[in-house]
C-alpha cells in the first residue's frame, strides 16, 4: 500500500505515543485493536486533534498496566489512525494504517499521555534491487511457501499477496507481519533499518519456524500411527470377546489381561516399571492358557501393581502429641523417650522422611517393640513388623530368582506390600539373631537395607527393579548388640533400654497391665481388688526378670483365677489378698534380698550383664590339698578363666602382705566354682570377684554378705572399668545388696543408674585390689596380721580335714 510521504514530511516531528501491550505493527499494515487504559484514551484523542498521526509503540513487558519510558522499545511505527469507534464498555475500537518506522529521540510529556520527538524513517518508493537482494527476496519466497504448506494457517490468497509485492522493504515486513513471532523478534525485524538485514534475519526466522513444524509434524504422525494403532486393537480385542462370548468362554485369558490393564491404568507407577509391567503382560497374554510359565508370569505382575510406588501416608511430626503418646503408653525410659522426641522434631524441622535407623537394644520385656509402635501411631504412618529371628537364607531379605514356581520377593518388600505406602514405620525385630550358613548371609542383606545412601535403589531378586526405601523409618530391635556383625551394627544408632526398677514396675502393673488384663477377662469394674501391696509382694517374690513379661504372665494368672471363681459363683467380688495370692501362685518362688545369711569364707557375690539384663553371680573358692592345681568349674568361658589366672596370680604376687605362706601354691589345689553350671558364663567384670574369693579362702577371712562387686583386674591389681553398671546395679538392688564396688573409671555411669537405686545402694569406687579387699572381707589381712591364724597349724588341719574354705570359716 503506498504511503503519502509528502505529507509525513511537511508534518511536525513531535507525536502522541501510544503503548502496545502484546501487539506490534510494521509499517504499510492495516490493523485494529482496542484501547481502554485511559492515558491511551487521550494519546488518541491527541492524535485525533491534530492530523490522525500517531506513534505505535509496544512495551517490553506486557503484563504492565502503567508502563513508564524505561518499559517501551526506542524504535516504533508512525501510523494513522482511520476510523474510531466507541464501544459499550467503554473501550475504543481503532483502526490504524502503518506508515514508517519511527526512532524516539526524547520524551516530550509523560503526564496525561506520552508525546514523542521522533525521527522517521520512511521507505523509497523506488529501491534499487541489487542481485543480491533479489536473491534473498527469492529465498525468503521459497522458505514462506514451505512455511505456509507445514503450517496451514495461512491461506493460499494470503501467500499470493504478499509475494506479488515487488518492494524488498514492504515484501519483508509484510512477511513479519504474518509469522507467529514474540513481540521481541518482531521487535528486532522492526529495528532493521536496513532492508538487507530485515531479509537475513527473515531468512534465519523462516528456517527454525519450518525445522518446529517440520518437527511437529512428524510427531502429529506419530501419535496419529498409535491411535490407529490402539483403535485396531480395540478392535481386534473387541472381535476376540465376540468370538469367546459366541463359544461361551466368557473367563479366558482375555478378562484376566483386561482386568490387568485396567488396574496398571489406574496404578501411578514409575515410567520404568509400568513399561516392565506392560511387557510382562503383553507377554502374558501370549503364554497358553495351560502354560505353567502363565502362573509365574501373572504372580510376577500381582505383586509389582500390589506394591506401593508412589503412594504416601501423610505424617505428622507433633513433638506435644508424640510426647502425650509416649507418656501414657510407657512408664519409665526417660532418656529413650528423650531421644525418641529428639528424632521426631529434627523431622518435623526438615520435613524429610528419611533419618537415621535405630535400635532399640535391651532384655526382654523392657517394651522395645511396643516403643516402635508407639513412635508409628504419634507420626501417624502405617506400623509394619517383620520378625528376623532365626533367618539363616539371604533369599529371605532379597526374594527369590523368579525361575520356578513358588518364587516371592524377601520379608522387605512383603512388608512394603502389607503397609501399602511407601513411607511406613518398618520394625525388624530380632535382628541380633540372624545367622549364616552354606545358604547365604542375611546381615550381608540386610547392609543394602538399612544403608540410607543405598536403600534409594534397593534391589530385590524376585523384583528385578530398583525400589526406593528412603523414604521408610526403619526401626531394630536387639537383645544383644554384639551378636550384630560390625558393619551392619555401624548402620544404625543404638539406644539402650536397662530393666526396670521395683517402683517402676509397680506403676507399670498398676497403670497398663493390670487394666489390660482386667479387660481380657471381664473383670471391670469392682469385681476384683488388687492393693498395691499385693503387687508388690507379686513382683519381689513371683518375678524375677529385667522386663515385665512374666509379671504380666503372672497377673494373668491370678485374673483367671478370680474369673473362674465369679463363673463357679462361689464369689462376686474378689478381694485379692496376701493369703490369696500364695493360694493361687504358691509359695514365694524367689526371696526378696536372695542373698547369703551369714559372712562366709571363699564365697562373693559378683554381679554380671547378661542379654536378660543384670544378674547375681556366685563365684565359690575352695582350698584342696594338692600340688598347685587350679579346676573351674560352672560352664565358664576363655574370658573368665583367663580372669581366674590373673587373679590367682596378683594374690600369689600379693601373698606375703596376706599373711600366707608364699609357696601355698605347692601345697594345696585350687577350685573355682560358679553355681548354675548349665548356664554359660562369659565377660570381662568377673576379675575382682574371683581374686576376693580367693584370697577370702586362703587367709580364712569371711567376706560381707551384703557386699557386690563387678570388675576386671590386672596382674598388678589395678582394677578396670566394666560395662552394663546400670543392669548390675538394678540386679544387685532386686536381691538386697547395699553396697557395691566399682571401678573408679565408671563411676560417670551412675547417672545412668535410677535415683531409688542410688538412694538405697551405697557405690564403692575402687582403683586397686587392695581397696576391695578393705571392703569385703570382714578382717582385712593387709591392715593387721590374721587374728590368732598359726599358718603351720593351718596347712596341717587342711592336711587332716582334706579340704578348706567355701564355707564358713574354721575357728
Known amino acids: 500500500m503506498a504511503t503519502d510521504h509528502t505529507d509525513i514530511g511537511q508534518s511536525r516531528d513531535v507525536y502522541p505515543l501510544l503503548p502496545l501491550r502484546g501487539l506490534l505493527v510494521y509499517p504499510s499494515m492495516v490493523l485494529h485493536f482496542d484501547v481502554g ?89 523506488e529501491v ?77 526466522i523462516l528456517s527454525d519456524e519450518r525445522e518446529v513444524l517440520e518437527l511437529e509434524r512428524k510427531i502429529h504422525q506419530r501419535v496419529r500411527k498409535q491411535m490407529e494403532k490402539t483403535q485396531k486393537e480395540y478392535y481386534l480385542r473387541e472381535q476376540m470377546k465376540a468370538i469367546q462370548r459366541e463359544l461361551g468362554d466368557k473367563e479366558g485369558r482375555t478378562a484376566e489381561i483386561e482386568e490387568l ?12 516399571v509400568y513399561e516392565k509391567v506392560d511387557k510382562e503382560i503383553a507377554r502374558l497374554e501370549r503364554i497358553p492358557t495351560a502354560s505353567a510359565e502363565g502362573t509365574v ?37 526417660e532418656k529413650v523417650k528423650e531421644r525418641i522426641l529428639e528424632f521426631i522434631a529434627v523431622q518435623a524441622l526438615t520435613e524429610k522422611q528419611s533419618g537415621p535407623i535405630i535400635c532399640l537394644a535391651g532384655p526382654p520385656g523392657v517394651g522395645k517393640t511396643s516403643l516402635a509402635r508407639s513412635i508409628a501411631k504419634s507420626l501417624k504412618r502405617p506400623f509394619v513388623r517383620v520378625s528376623l529371628g532365626g533367618v539363616r537364607d539371604d533369599a529371605e531379605i532379597r526374594g527369590h530368582r523368579r525361575t520356578y514356581i513358588g518364587a516371592m520377593p524377601g520379608r522387605i518388600l512383603q512388608g512394603m506390600r502389607q503397609a501399602e505406602v511407601v513411607n511406613p514405620v518398618f520394625l525388624l525385630d530380632e535382628i541380633d539373631k540372624m545367622a549364616s550358613d552354606f545358604r547365604g548371609d542375611p546381615a550381608a542383606a540386610m547392609l543394602e537395607v538399612l544403608d540410607p545412601e543405598q536403600n534409594a535403589t534397593f534391589s530385590d531378586h524376585y523384583i528385578e527393579m530398583p525400589y526406593d526405601l528412603s523414604d521408610v523409618l ?26 526396670y526398677t521395683e517402683l517402676e514396675k509397680l506403676h507399670i502393673a498398676r497403670d497398663h497391665l493390670l487394666p489390660r488384663q482386667r479387660e481380657r477377662h471381664a473383670l471391670k469394674g469392682d469385681k476384683m481388688r488388687i492393693g498395691e501391696d499385693v503387687l508388690m509382694e507379686l513382683i519381689r517374690h513371683y518375678t524375677r526378670e529385667a522386663g515385665v513379661r512374666q509379671l504380666d504372665r503372672t497377673i494373668a494368672t491370678v485374673c483367671r483365677k478370680v474369673a473362674r471363681m465369679i463363673a463357679a459363683g462361689e464369689s462376686k467380688r474378689v478381694v485379692v489378698t496376701s493369703t490369696i495370692l500364695r493360694s493361687f501362685l504358691g509359695p514365694h518362688r524367689y526371696e526378696f534380698g536372695e542373698i547369703e545369711e551369714v559372712d562366709q569364707v571363699g564365697v562373693v557375690a559378683g554381679l554380671a550383664w547378661t542379654e536378660l539384663g543384670g544378674d547375681m553371680l556366685t563365684v565359690e573358692v575352695s582350698v584342696i590339698p594338692g600340688s598347685g592345681k587350679v579346676v573351674l568349674t560352672g560352664h565358664l568361658g576363655d ?44 565377660g570381662p567384670s568377673a576379675g575382682i570377684t574371683m581374686a ?34 546400670k543392669e548390675k546395679s538394678l540386679a544387685a538392688h532386686r536381691a538386697g545388696i547395699r553396697t557395691i564396688v566399682i571401678p573408679k573409671g565408671n563411676v560417670k555411669d551412675l547417672e545412668d543408674v535410677p535415683s531409688v537405686v542410688r538412694e538405697q545402694v551405697e557405690f564403692r569406687p575402687v582403683s586397686h585390689m587392695d581397696e576391695v579387699l578393705a571392703i569385703a572381707l570382714v578382717d582385712n589381712p593387709l591392715d593387721v596380721p590374721a587374728k590368732g591364724l598359726d599358718h603351720s597349724a593351718w596347712f596341717a588341719d587342711l592336711s587332716e580335714s582334706g579340704s578348706y574354705g567355701g564355707g564358713e570359716a574354721h575357728q
Open 297 to 333: 508370569a501373572r504372580t510376577y505382575i500381582d505383586w509389582v501393581l500390589a506394591l506401593p510406588w508412589t503412594e504416601k501416608a501423610r505424617t505428622q511430626a507433633d513433638i506435644a502429641r508424640a510426647e502425650r503418646i509416649l507418656n501414657e503408653e510407657h512408664f519409665g525410659l
Open 128 to 204: 534499487k534491487v541489487t542481485p543480491e537482494l533479489q536473491a534473498m527476496m527469492r529465498s525468503v519466497s521459497q522458505q514462506f511457501e514451505q512455511y505456509v504448506k507445514l503450517s496451514r494457517k495461512l491461506d493460499q490468497e494470503t501467500y499470493a499477496a504478499v509475494v506479488d509485492i515487488n518492494h524488498p522493504g514492504r515484501f519483508a515486513d509484510a512477511v513479519a507481519s504474518h509469522l507467529p513471532l514474540k513481540v521481541r523478534e518482531k521487535q528486532d525485524i522492526l529495528e532493521a533499518f536496513s532492508i538487507q538485514e530485515r531479509l537475513e534475519r527473515l531468512l534465519q
Open 639 to 682: 574370658v573368665m578363666k583367663e580372669s581366674a589366672q590373673t587373679a590367682l596370680s596378683y594374690v600369689r604376687s600379693r601373698a606375703k602382705a596376706l599373711h600366707i605362706p608364699v609357696d601355698f601354691h605347692e601345697k594345696v589345689d585350687l577350685h573355682i566354682h560358679v553355681p548354675e553350671g548349665a548356664i554359660p558364663k562369659d
Open 37 to 125: 487504559r485511559p492515558r491511551s484514551v487521550r494519546a488518541l484523542e491527541e492524535a485525533m486533534v491534530e492530523d490522525n498521526l500517531i506513534v505505535l509503540a509496544s512495551q517490553e513487558d506486557g503484563q504492565i498496566d502503567e508502563p513508564t519510558t524505561s518499559d517501551l522499545y526506542r524504535v516504533g511505527t508512525l501510523a494513522r489512525v482511520k476510523q474510531m469507534l466507541k464501544l459499550p464498555n467503554g473501550t475504543i475500537r481503532v483502526l490504524v494504517e502503518g506508515l514508517c518506522r519511527a526512532e524516539i529521540l526524547a520524551f516530550v510529556t509523560e503526564d496525561e499521555f506520552f508525546s514523542v520527538r521522533v525521527h522517521t524513517q520512511e521507505e523509497q518508493d
Open 692 to 725: 576376693t574369693a580367693i584370697a577370702s579362702a586362703l587367709t580364712n577371712c569371711k567376706v560381707r554378705r551384703d557386699v557386690a562387686m563387678t570388675g576386671e583386674i590386672t596382674l598388678r591389681g589395678r582394677v578396670l572399668p566394666i560395662g552394663g553398671l
Open 474 to 499: 526403619f526401626i531394630t530391635t536387639a537383645n544383644n548388640v554384639f551378636q550384630i556383625p560390625g558393619p551392619l551394627r555401624d548402620r544404625m544408632e543404638v539406644i539402650q533400654l536397662s530393666g
Open 261 to 272: 490393564r485396567e488396574k496398571l491404568a489406574k496404578k501411578k507407577l514409575p515410567p520404568a
